[in-house]
């Protein structure tokens, strides 16, 4: 079974450029993460996705972030203008109910780095 | 809110020695706990789990047991290798829901 899979791995852009990042999810899995990874801490919940509509995205800086799922499949997650701040690794997750939990599956991520 | 706290790293040990980190969450109602571990230019992976007080998750050798008096999912080992040599992060997600609320992360390094 294949992973999540994400591209680009590694982007560098200067402050005030804008990027995208990619997600394919594992296939039949209804719902989809997108993450914020701070060197040196947790990841944080971006927005979550079930199918293609919006379940939570209470944590996202939506002045400068957005996030679409179409089709309910594939996602990208797009911030615009970055700042110095949103350097992180970005990290893509998908899950499926089994027996009532939601294991989380992710994939390998996109280090940002801002200069 | 819910929130996870885990003992700051990193913590350094030698082969076969045996490793606790600590992990206590702050939630209502009964939430799912999880340990997911991060090696080394890789993505996160779940270690192990569980759903209920008094579970207990278990995994290439890696065990925690979810205390719901203490609030408390602390993971051990009892004979680490240099391969277990990652970052650990601790999480949980509510009773109802699965957002993932994770631990700031816990560097373990093992020497030979």
């Known amino acids: 079974e294949a992973g999540v899979a994400q591209s680009p791995r590694y982007k560098i852009i200067e402050k005030r450029q804008s990027v995208a990042f990619w997600c394919n999810p594992i296939?039949?899995?209804?719902?989809l993460y997108w993450y914020q990874q701070i060197l040196g801490q947790g990841p944080k919940l971006l927005i979550q996705?079930?199918?293609?509509?919006?379940?939570?995205d209470s944590q996202l800086p939506k002045d400068r972030f957005s996030a679409e799922r179409l089709k309910g499949v594939d996602s990208t997650l797009k911030i615009q203008p970055a700042k110095l701040e949103d350097s992180a690794v970005y990290l893509c997750?998908?899950?499926?109910?089994?027996?009532?939990?939601?294991?989380?599956?992710f994939g390998p991520g996109t280090r940002l780095t801002v200069t | 809110g819910n929130s996870v706290t885990q003992m700051e790293g990193p913590v350094t040990l030698s082969e076969e020695a045996f490793l606790t980190i600590n992990c206590t969450y702050t939630?209502?109602?009964?939430?799912?706990l999880f340990w997911y571990v991060q090696y080394p230019g890789e993505g996160l992976q779940l270690l192990l789990k569980?759903?209920?007080?008094?579970d207990k998750g278990s995994n290439k050798g890696f065990e925690a047991t979810y205390r719901k008096e203490t609030t408390s999912f602390h993971l051990e080992k009892g004979s680490v290798q240099v391969s277990d040599s990652a970052v650990y992060f601790c999480?949980?997600?509510?009773?109802?829901?699965?957002?993932?609320?994770f631990g700031g992360g816990t560097r373990v390094l093992v020497k030979p």
């Open positions: 569980a759903t209920k007080a008094d």
């Open positions: 939630a209502t109602g009964y939430p799912s």
């Open positions: 999480a949980l997600s509510p009773a109802a829901g699965n957002k993932l609320t």
């Open positions: 296939s039949g899995h209804a719902t």
């Open positions: 997750a998908s899950s499926l109910e089994q027996g009532g939990t939601y294991e989380q599956y």
């Open positions: 996705f079930q199918n293609n509509g919006v379940v939570d």
